[in-house]
């Protein structure tokens, strides 16, 4: 066995540990555990074998890894009910019942984890997928990808597995809120489920806390956990050494045992075991029933947790940030309805913007915290109001290349609270405070609280100060919001100094996948992530502050599949690899075929009018009717979520005035309408657009706004009197 995998010594040492009075009655009780749990799974399957057939095809719902514990563990591919059965009768035969010995334990258990799975595919078939929200059952891999780059990367700190019934509804509550605000996500199995229901704790997924159901669905934590192996680490399939040392290193889970335990239960305990993760048991256990490190006895319900994490090595930075609401990634996932919601800020209807800037010792009051507007409790519940977000900040190692990346983050930080909704970025942030922040006592001035911390937190390497401004008043947030685009202004201009031809690397921005799991934005110097706040030189920035962040380098030394469309091979890889699975192929310069995925976050999207044979674009601020027969907030919900939709596009504003906008379709020749407001926001870098692709300067008046008309009848005779190229090209379709 290599170095890397010497996890076998941490057994061997707690064996050392044991060896003078070894607990034999548990190591039996295991055994005999695993004895049963296969032989109810032999049950279940040879009745489904009966009923259904050898050739039922099984399987769980929206993933790609099969039955993903025994494809982690033993590489099989399992789509048929009949080959279950010999994998059965090979777990049951690794039972030695006249073994009785902390291996055979383990062993016993990983027993137990092929035999629940089994259990739960054959309960699959018969029944489906029928789990009624907020019981998640068997956890799809949008979610896994979600979640799971925030578990192995320590984002979320470890996971906490909650198994029986805890002694009182209340204490249950209590563990679990107690596990939240420490960032951890939590997995609930029996009756601790309707325990945390009671108790009004905030679980789902949203909340990265997973109700599963009876017992035998705690084998989906299991499996949630080795998917993560093959996703993220590479692991390939059938290396069950590899995924059991994996599991230890980086999945920072322990087991909480509330209440009895039977054999069956100690068996299940085996299995964490098995994989690397401590078991704590809240009752009192006699000597002959622990394993120090592994098999615990802790019963003071105040301490449980704080004990648990000391055994598991997980180690927590305590960040006391004095707001009157929870802060941890357990909420980012938090969407706030209109009904729940107490203000609005920003968003579609109302101005708003967030800035990030660097400034010289002397230009900084550290700490400082300025509100200049009305209040929360100054304006009637579900009203709106203006918004700006102005932070300095200073710092030795500080450069003007890091402001985007810091400036993006207020994003996580905002959604980090408990009440609080954040999306978008630059000039089109949209904030949602609920009923129940400001009923807390939740105030504009905390906003500012939860910015300094999280700045000085997570950029400890460069940020030494930081102020924050914040405007609810109109007037000020006009004028701070001009000074603010000047600023955006200035950093698209220095991006435009570059091509896609002039470097090696792109970055990748996953940011968004807190709301959509399988978006990945690939960021080039010609093309801004889709928010219009992610550019390439914040790419580059970004993956020099934080390796292990959003935004990952991907090489395109290599010449391309497709020069026109824009496609590389390595980029084709990155994105499938990252977007569970589901973008295989993507075309960075093409709208028809293989476009760039849409979040929900991108400042315009780009439809195809057929009747037209060209291509209109609308943003958020528009909101009216358009050419393509619908609003913003339509095509929004039709192509975002991180779908690749062909003759659909999202993105920011600037790309329009790249040369690589529809470079496979055209390019800005496409280009037939838009809201007169972009056009004059735009202005005159559209024009020079324009000129510099050989269409000339009058070419933006040939293309219809809403004055012109709404609807592909209205606008194409305008189209042809001003004899708009777009009708004389190549058909799109």
Known sequence: MSEELNFEQ?????????????????????????II???????????????????????YPDTAYYLPVIRSLSGEEITELGQLVPILNRMRAQINENDVSFNMARLAGESTAYAAEIIETVNYLRYGHQHVDPYTGFIEDPIMRKYGILMVDWTIPGEAVLVGKARSSEDAGNIVRELMGKGMMCFFCNEVCEQVFEAKVKVGKDFFQFPLGNFTQVIHVVNYALRAGIAFAGIEPGLRDHHR???????????????????VQVAAHFAAIFLGFPVICDTELPEDHQ???????????????????ELRGIKIKILDIPVPIAIGPSFEGETIKRADMHAELGGPKIAGFEIVRSVEADDIEDGKITVEGPDLDEMEEGGMLPIGIWVKVYGKKMQDDFEGVLERRIHDFINFGEGLFHMGQRDINWIRVSKEAFEKGFRMQHFGEIILAKMKNEFPAIVDRVEVGLYTDAAKVDELMVQAKEVYATRDQRLAELSDESVDTFYSCILCQSFAPAQVCVVTPDRTGLCGAVSWLDGRAAYEIDPNGPCRPIDVSEDPVDADKGQWASVNEYVYENSQRKTEVLNLYSIMEYPMTSCGCFEAISAIVPEA???????????????CGMNFSTLAGSVGGGMQTPGFMGHSKQYILSDKFLKAEGGLARLVWMPKSVKEQLGDDLVKAAEKAGLGADFVDKIADETVGTSAEEILSFLEEKGHPALTMEFMM
Request: glycine letters at 8%; charged letters at 25%; hydrophobic letters at 35%.
């Open 10 to 34: 941490i057994y061997n040492d707690a064996e050392e540990a044991i060896k003078d009075n070894p607990p034999t009655t548990l190591f039996q009780r295991a055994i005999n555990g695993g």
């Open 37 to 59: 749990a296969c032989s109810y799974a032999e049950i279940l399957l040879s009745k489904a074998l009966a009923e259904f057939g050898p050739e039922a095809k099984v399987g």
């Open 245 to 263: 040392d994996y599991q230890r290193r980086r999945i920072m889970a322990f087991v909480l045992h509330l209440g009895e335990i039977d054999d």
């Open 291 to 309: 394993v120090p490190g592994w098999y615990e006895s802790h019963t003071d319900y105040e301490t449980l947790v704080s004990y648990a994490m």
């Open 613 to 627: 044979n060209g291509v209109m674009v609308t943003t958020r601020e528009h909101g009216g009717d358009t050419p």
